[in-house]
């Protein structure tokens, strides 16, 4: 059985927004999903079904066996982890350290069992430094990271992370990278919500592209990326691994494994077969 | 809550009512609300009430109005249970008609006025364009600073804390809550002063608008028909007592 199972989901906004038109989605645990598509696809009004922030208007969404109508946003937080695209909006406290501890609350561990868990996730993030800074006073990349700590001090078994790219810099990206790779890595599944194709494309290992309220694909990164037709009408541009096999495709490289190491040896035996 | 909100929005329609100019709909409004205010006849109340009905239609407001006075039955109840305890049950009840008339007629003023015609019609009456631009800034604002409450609200939410558990526990944590809003607004007025310094804006005392207001015949007569019948109904008002 899914850990997430979402059956002929519709949602629609007080102005009259129809924004989910019959969704069916099933995740498992330890899967790392992007859900992608244009603005207004209705990314954002999916996933906030998986924590309960909206409840199905008609349809059905089961966490963990549970009906989501029927068990609140605090519960269900504390299996799936909503990180929200704008870090702002979710960080309430005046030192790093207190932010992480707001979510423990609700939760009954003793002082020590809390302070062991905001360490752990302090130094897996590489946070650890900033625990007696004021949220603000970080980097859009580290007030991210804080963001996300503030969710995973909590042990979600899901992680969403909404437009987690949004803003940051190479660097603060690649560090992301590795914290999203090393929790995925730990067997937690993560949902990345994003317009960021080769964020995507390197991470996720199947994409769900989404428009106007409906699901258009949903499989294998390598699938889904394929079928054109379905990623121009979700208003999605190919990653640019792939628009540059496209064009050594027309030299007459072929490859099946889309890491850019194959690729990049299929170039190399293309070429020197090509000189000798 | 939103429906009160979109009850003041506009909304985007090609309707006679739309193509009226602000100004004249300032005055029609601002007479229906000075005698919704004054008055407290029912049959008055209940033909000004009437006299709304083709504008609604007209301007294709009904379910916008029907969705906001839906989403206000609380605050009208609470408001009513009030008035008929401070007034009795007649005024009571006449006192609820007359809050509801009021706010249907604005509502339908900015169902069918945007707000930078507002602006516009306010800059001819001569309020200085600092003014309006502030009032039309903020007015814009209200929508984005409600979904950005509600963002925080379920950020919030999603922590793992149950606000339903008491009130006491919502009332600390909507303080916390405020630490972001006030955060997010206050990031928001600074980068729009910073857009608008990079604009220009100030650099000549006298501006010339893109968009220029023409009073037609249905204007004129939509506002002489408002004043006469406002100037009638409070002389007979003054003259009966």
């Known amino acids: 059985m899914p850990y997430i199972s979402v059956s002929d989901l519709h949602f629609s906004y007080p102005n009259y927004t129809h924004a989910l038109q019959g969704v069916d989605l099933d995740i498992d645990l330890g899967e790392f999903i992007a859900i992608m598509g244009e603005n207004g696809a209705g990314k954002t009004t999916l996933v906030k079904h998986f924590n309960g922030l909206l409840k199905p208007q008609t349809g059905n969404v089961i966490v963990d066996g ?12 504390k299996n799936v982890g909503y990180v929200f695209q704008n870090p702002l909006y979710q960080l309430f406290s005046e030192t790093v350290g207190k932010e ?3 979510g423990l609350r609700s939760m009954n561990f003793s002082d020590q069992e809390k302070k062991d868990r905001i360490d752990e996730v302090l130094i897996a993030l590489g946070i650890e430094r900033f625990r007696d800074r004021h949220p603000l006073m970080l980097s859009e990349g580290e007030r991210k990271s804080v963001a996300i700590a503030s969710v995973l001090v909590m042990d979600p078994k899901v992680l969403i992370v909404d437009e987690p790219t949004l803003a940051l810099d190479l660097l603060e990206k690649k560090r992301l990278s590795n914290v999203l790779t090393r929790l995925h890595g730990e067997g937690r599944s993560i949902i990345l919500v994003t317009h ?8 996720s290992e199947r994409i769900v592209t989404m428009s106007r309220g409906k699901i258009l694909a949903d499989g294998p990164k ?3 990326v394929n079928d054109n ?4 009408k979700a208003g999605l541009v190919e990653p640019q691994l792939f ?4 064009h050594f495709e027309l030299s007459g490289v072929h490859t099946s494994d889309f890491s850019v190491k194959s690729v990049f040896q299929d170039i190399v035996k293309h070429t020197k077969k090509g000189e000798g | 809550m939103s429906g009160i909100l979109q009850a003041f929005q506009w909304t985007r329609e090609d309707t006679p009512i739309h193509r009226l100019d602000p100004r004249s709909k300032m005055v029609w409004s601002l007479c229906v609300f000075i005698i919704s205010i004054i008055i407290w006849d029912p049959f008055i ?13 007209i301007g294709k407001a009904t379910s916008r109005l029907s969705k906001a006075l839906k989403s206000m039955i609380p605050y009208i109840l609470l408001l009513g249970a009030l008035e008929i305890i401070y007034y009795g049950w007649f005024y009571g009840i006449i006192a609820t008609a007359k809050f509801v008339l009021a706010t249907s007629v604005f509502s339908l003023f900015f169902v069918t006025t945007h707000l ?3 602006g516009v019609a306010l800059n001819s009456l001569g309020i200085p364009f600092e003014f309006t631009f502030v009032l039309v800034s903020s007015a814009k604002y209200i929508p984005i600073l409600f979904w950005e409450t509600q963002d925080i609200i379920d950020a919030y939410k999603a922590r793992g804390i149950e606000l339903e558990r008491s009130w006491w526990l919502k009332i600390r944590s909507y303080a916390t809550m405020l630490v972001p809003l006030i955060i997010v607004t206050t990031r928001r007025a600074f980068r729009l002063a910073e857009a608008m310094e990079a604009r220009a804006f100030g650099y000549q005392r006298k501006r010339t608008t893109y968009k220029q207001l023409t009073m037609k015949t249905t204007d004129y007569l939509l506002m002489v028909v408002s004043v006469i019948l406002t100037v009638g109904v409070l002389s007979t008002l003054y003259l009966a007592h």
């Open chain 1, 229 to 232: 037709t379905l990623f121009d």
């Open chain 2, 116 to 118: 930078d015609d507002l």
């Open chain 1, 196 to 203: 960021d194709v080769d964020f995507a494309f390197d991470h």
């Open chain 1, 222 to 224: 390598e699938d889904v």
């Open chain 1, 100 to 102: 992480l501890e707001l």
């Open chain 2, 45 to 57: 109340l209940t033909a000004l009430t009437i006299s709304l009905f083709p504008f609604i239609i």
């Open chain 1, 243 to 246: 628009q540059l096999l496209k």
């Open chain 1, 66 to 77: 549970a009906d989501t109508r029927k068990v609140t946003v605090a519960q269900l937080s």
